[in-house]
Structures are given as C-alpha cells and as structure tokens.
C-alpha cells in the first residue's frame, strides 16, 4: 500500500487546516451554546412534566369519580338503613329497599349496587343490581339485570335475570374479601363512612366479569350490624376513564392501577388496561424502579421483560383518608411511556447535533481543499488575516492586485458565509423537529434538489431508487406534480397520495427569483380524524349503517344521479317480531336481532345500493342501476332466502329465524322527490304486514310511474 506523502508546510495543507478548524470551532460553539443554555436538559425536563401533569390530570379526573361521584351513597344508606326489621322476613325487606337501591345505582352511574344481609350460613340473602352500561340510563328499567336476589321480585320489578343469577349469595365460592373486610372494622365506628372498604379486582363467577367493588357496614336505626352495602364498577366500565390517547397517541402503553403492600411497601399491578402491559413484568411480581426526575415524580422501571427502556408517573388516588381502618392500602395510577416516545425530541436533538457537527466538518474539509489548490502565495497573506479572523466573525479580505486570487478570495468569503448562514438554518430546523414536516429548495439553474430527509419518504419513493434519484430536480418535480393532480375537497393545499398505505400531505411553496423553496408536511392523522368524525356523524351508531338525515341526503343525492334507462326501486322495511324478542329476552338481543338484520341488508347490492336506519325497526333501502326488474328481484328473493337460512339461537336455547317486510315501489321518474316515493313505499310497508308479512309487496305495473 501506497502512502501520500503529506507536505505539512504548503498553502494547501495548512490553509485546509485552519478553514476545517474554522468550521469546527463554528460547530463546537453552537453545539456548545445549545448544552450550556440548557436546550437539552431543558427538553428532557419539559418531557417528564408534561408526562407528570398528564398522569396528574388524570388522576385527579378518576380520585373525584371514585370518591364524589361513585362512593356518594351516604343518602340512600340512611334510606336503607330505616326499613330494615329484625322482625321482617329477609326477602320482605330486599322488595322494601328495591326501588332505594336501584335509585344508588342511578346517582352514583355505576356498573352495580347491592345489599348482603349478614344471616346465619354461607349462602347470605341479597339483593345485587346490575346496569352493564351506566352511561345510558333506561329510567323504565329494561336496562338492568339482577345478579343475586328473590326471581318473585325480579318479576315485581320488571327486570331480567343476569345470566349468573342465583337467589342467594354464596361467599364460600368467590373472594369475598370484599364482605368480610368491612364487617371485621364494623366494631370501630358507626358512621359508615369511615369504613369503606375498595375490593380489588374479582368475578362473581367464573363466567362473570372482572370488577372492583366499594363496600362499607350496613347498621339498622338502633346501630345494630345487618350486613354490607357496596357498589360495583366492572373493569370494562374503568377502562373507559383511563384513555391511553392521554400519553400518545398511537402504539400507547396507557395507564394501570396499581396497590402498595402496607408491610413491604413494595407497589404491585393491581388492573392492567392494555395486553402489552401483562409483558412488561412478571406475574405476581412487584414493580420495582428508580427515580428518573424527582421533582415531577417520574421513575425508570428496573424489572421490566422488555428490552427497551420504560418510565412510569406513578400518582396517590388517596382513596382512603387519614386514620381510616385502610389506610395503609392505597392505590396508584401508574402512566407508562418509552423512553423513544417520552424523550423523543430530546434524543433527536442530541442525534441531529452529531450529524450536523461529523457533516460540517466533511463537508467543510473537502471545500477547504479544493479551494485552497489553487491558492498560490499571494494567498500567505491572507493566511495571517484568517489565522486572526475570531471564529464567529465574517471573514473580509482585502485585494491583492492578482484577478485569479482575488477572485478566489471572494469565493472563500462567500463561502465562509454560507456556512455561517448554514449553522443559522440548523438552529431552525432543530426548533421543528416536533412536526412531521419536510423541506425542498431548488433552482432553474441547476438540476440538483436540496431535500431533507423526510421527502422521499413523504413522496412514496421506491426504497431501490435510493437518495441519488430523489435528489434529481426533473424526478422530483415529477414527483410533485403528480401529487398535486390529487387535491383533497374542502382543504387547502392538501393532496392524497395513493401509493400504499396511502396518506395526506400539506403542501407550502414559493417561487424566488430563479429558485423554488417549499414545505411538505405529513396531515394524514389530521385528516383521518376528520374523516372519522364525519362518519360518526353520519353513521347510525347501533348498526353502523347510515342514519335518519344522512339516509335521505344521500338517497336524494343519488336519485338524482341514477340513470332511467335502467332500473331502480325505494324500499321500506319494518322488522317483525323485534316486541316479542324484547319482551321474552331484553333488549340486549334485540339489538343483536336488529344487527342481523342489518347484516344482511347490507350485502344485497353492496355496489348498488344506499341503506339506511329510519327509526327503531324501520330500514330503508335504494336499489338503483339494474339491467331490469327481474335481476332486481333476484337480488331481494336472494335476501329473503339467506335471511331465512341463517336463524339466531337465544339464550333459552330456541332457534328462531329473523323476519322482515317490505314495501317496494319502482323509480321511473326523476320528477318525483324522495319523499314521493317514500311515502308510497310506506302505504305498501303497510298492505305488507298485513298480507304478507316476513316478504315484500311491490306496486303493480298498472299502477307504476
């Protein structure tokens, strides 16, 4: 191998040396800059409490529902309380307290309320309320079920049985930590209040769901203990108050509950809301971890099974106050979050700044060099004023009579600058990071294109091409004009890209004399949920299919459109028997009774069709652009024979198919409006249930339009 021979004492050498040294003190003083200002402490600092304050918020929002909202029965207690008698049969004094509970059940909007006597035995009297679904409250009661109680009651009440219902309650075969704990501290105090007790999570059965309980001493007028009185929130109902969005917005590791063992005080996982969540540590083990940031309370999880690196805001739900019987069993909310998505800005700054630095002094040595060349000695004078020139200082030589060198001077000067500006523009695009934007610039004169990063990735190119072709100004420009054939309706400089997985992007640009600068930003999850928001307004929220006002918008629209040299129809349904599945089975399977329906609906002519909710168990359906009536017709006798193919087993074991009429009346006109023919679609909904119910009645040819 051959070595170049270095001559330490020319122009060349020692000019690229000290311009490589310029640029270097150039690029250490702005990294310094940034260090000692803090810019990066500052950003790891602002990550831990925004993380903090977001845990914070949420926590707070959850303490005032567990504690005002969900244990706020002190009312209803005392209600309870004055009807009991030592006199009265168990059974009497449930029916007395019914109504008392059910209204508990209402005020606190929890997933259960419940009453356990504490008499003689295992299997205890009880009367145990439940509403699956808090949040929409049926005041006539077709919302609840009755999990432990008296069926004569039950029947009284006009509510259903829960599936795991039994007449008593069996403590002997759950965990029922929940009643006992109470009544062990019943001796302590006759308010019960300060006794309440929170169960962690159990099931009533095995085929029941996980809940958590909230239960307290149940005493008579003369403060005599009867048993319990407690409510019930099921895990699925609490997953709704801890949104992982809260911490990001996608690939989130969200929130868990969490309870500290008062002896150890080592902190266990008491409720995971995620699946990911049951990976990051072993089962029945305790988290354990080190502090982070103590100021903001943020922690670094030390057994965690995952390889990268997670951090946890663990929060006080101070659920039990002071020198209450438990209050050494206190439970945390615990955020997670990766450590790439907490210190995500911070560690792209620190990466960009490495960069920026290891490029700037490449890139600066190899201008140096080519430069310097072609110095001759009339340039060792300059040296001297450059070996003088102060690092941030622009650089100003003076002529040295020889066109060639002054010449190359001036370009050493300008280019001095532009380094100087380049460091500036570094600045700016570390304080953009945060958004998923990219940058181009090109000019008429040259066929190169600067871009950042993020372009070809924005533009969909292929992986093979590499940067070399991206960075083509007739390629890329290519590029950008296709995309902008593709504006999106009702935004502004907004343009689809449908190369897969297909996405939205925001296009800025600017002519400047004879160069072109613009920005490319990522708007895909703006528009998503834009697009999302459209169709839940749209959307029936039962079915899914298309409600009341959006039905006719788009049925009038499409009327309008339909071609009347082919065939089309308007049809009303009614569904048949959805009462009688009420009344025998809840409206539960009536809503799975309605969504068969639906299913089947909405595969007659998935191409050719608008379907839509009118009411309760009215459907309206638009079949247009069929080559004639017959293959219209096929299309419904296929519907009505996969409708009766295909039956639904209930609960009681009977297998019942579902039955829907129709009235149908043919299009032929587009001077009639919509609600022309669905009105003559109505009266034939009508003749049908009352002709032939379970088909469809069309109107006939002589009576057409």
Known sequence: MKYIKVDRQSMVFRLTSLTVIIILGQAALLSLFLIIGGVLSTAEENAFSSFSSKVNNRKDYLQREMKLRWTNMDPYVDQISGQYSIQEAPEEFLKNISESLISMLRATQVTGAFVILNNPGDEKPALYIRDYDPILNDYNKRDLYMVFGPSGLARDLQIPLDKIWKDRINLNTIDSDFFEQPLSIADLSTDSKLLGYWGIPFKLSKEDISIITYSMPLFDNENNLIGIIGVEISEQHLFKYL??????????????????????????????????????????????????????????????????????????????????????????????????????????????????????????????????????????????????????????????????????LDAIQITSNKLLKASGRMSCIIGMLELPIGVFEFSESTDAVFLTDRIPEFLGYDPKTGRSTADKKEFFTYRLNELLKHAEEAEEDVYYL????????????????????????????????????????????????????????????????????????????????????????????????????????????????????????????????????????????????????????????????????????????????????????????????????????????????
């Open 243 to 408: 949104p992982g969005t809260d911490l990001q917005t996608k690939d989130s590791f969200g929130y868990m509950l969490g309870i500290r063992n008062p002896d150890t005080g080592e902190l266990h996982t008491l409720i995971t809301t995620k699946a990911i969540q049951k990976r990051i540590t072993t089962a029945n083990e305790s988290l354990r971890y080190t502090t982070a940031d103590d100021n903001n309370s943020i922690y670094l999880l030390d057994n965690s099974n995952v390889s990268w690196k997670l951090y946890l805001s663990i929060e006080n739900l101070g659920l039990y106050g002071n020198n209450t019987p438990f209050q050494d069993n206190q439970w945390y909310l615990i955020g997670i979050m990766k450590e790439s998505n907490l210190l995500e800005y911070a560690i792209r700054m620190k990466q960009l700044l490495l960069i920026s630095f290891i490029a700037s002094v490449i890139t600066g040595g190899f201008l140096a060099y080519f430069v310097s060349y072609r110095f001759t000695k009339p340039i060792i004078k300059a040296a001297k004023k450059v070996n003088a020139t102060k690092t941030a200082q622009v650089i100003e030589f003076e002529n040295t009579g020889l066109t060639e060198v002054d010449e190359l």
């Open 498 to 705: 449908d190369s897969p997985p297909g996405k939205w992007l925001k296009v800025k640009y600017t002519h400047n004399d004879n160069s072109t600068m613009g920005i490319i930003l990522d708007v895909t999850e703006e528009i998503t949920e834009k697009k999302q928001m459209m169709a839940d307004r749209d959307l029936d929220g039962l079915t899914g299919i298309y409600n009341r006002k959006a039905m006719q918008f788009y049925m009038e629209e499409t009327l309008h459109k339909i071609d009347t040299n082919l065939t089309s129809a308007l049809l009303m349904f009614d569904l048949d028997n959805l009462k009688s599945v009420n009344d025998t089975y809840g409206h539960k399977w009536g809503d799975i009774y309605l969504k068969h329906v639906t299913k089947h609906l909405s595969k007659i002519s998935e191409a050719q069709q608008v379907l839509g909710r009118r009411s309760g168990d009215e459907f309206t359906l638009l079949l247009f652009d069929f080559p004639s009536k017959d293959d219209l017709r096929q299309s419904l006798d296929q519907f009505y024979h996969k409708l009766g193919s295909d039956p639904i087993e209930f609960p009681d074991g009977t297998v019942k198919t579902a039955a829907i009429s129709s009235g149908l009346v043919w299009i032929s006109s587009k001077e009639r409006t919509f609600e022309d023919y669905l009105h003559m679609a109505d009266e034939l909904l009508y003749e049908a249930k009352h002709s032939k119910k379970g088909y469809y009645v069309e109107l006939e040819l002589s009576k057409s339009l």
